[in-house]
Nanobody, 128 residues
Framework: QVQLVESGGGLVQAGDSLKLSCIAS????????MGWFRQAPGKEREFVAA????????YYADSVKDRFTISRDNAKNTLYLQMNSLKPEDTAVYYC?????????????????????WGQGTQVTVSS
C-alpha cells in the first residue's frame, strides 16, 4: 500500500518559518515528480511547489516564490517544503503529492489533476 505522510505543520506567527516533510512508503518515487499543494477553507486546492524526479528543476506559485523552497532526499524517499516569512494568507492544509505519470512541463506539474498519490495533509496556521 502506497502512503504519503506529511508532518511539520503547526501554529506560528507571521514572519516565522516551518519545514514540512513528506515520507513515502510502499514504493519509491525516485523517478517521479512530486509536489506540494494547499487548500484553505472554502477555496480550491492550489499549487504551491513541485520538483522534478532528479531534483534539478523546481517550480513555485508566484505567491510563495522567494519564500518557500522545495527539496527532496531520494535516499530517504522524503519530500520537504521549507517555508520562510510566513504570512496569514499561507494558512491552509498542505498536501504532499506524487505522480507516476509522465509529466514534465510547468503546466503539467502545476496541475493537481496530474498527481495520482496524495497525503492526508498537515495544517499550517499563521497568525497575524
Amino acid at each position: 500500500q502506497v502512503q504519503l505522510v506529511e508532518s511539520g505543520g503547526g501554529l506560528v506567527q507571521a514572519g516565522d518559518s516551518l519545514k514540512l516533510s513528506c515520507i513515502a512508503s510502499g514504493r519509491t518515487f525516485i523517478r517521479n515528480p512530486m509536489g506540494w499543494f494547499r487548500q484553505a477553507p472554502g477555496k480550491e486546492r492550489e499549487f504551491v511547489a513541485a520538483i522534478s524526479w532528479i531534483g534539478g528543476n523546481t517550480y513555485y506559485a508566484d505567491s510563495v516564490k522567494d519564500r518557500f523552497t522545495i527539496s527532496r532526499d531520494n535516499a530517504k524517499n522524503t519530500l520537504y517544503l521549507q517555508m520562510n516569512s510566513l504570512k496569514p494568507e499561507d494558512t491552509a492544509v498542505y498536501y504532499c503529492a506524487a505522480t507516476t505519470w509522465t509529466i514534465a512541463t510547468t503546466t503539467e506539474l502545476t496541475n493537481k489533476n496530474n498527481y495520482n498519490y496524495w497525503g492526508q495533509g498537515t495544517q499550517v496556521t499563521v497568525s497575524s
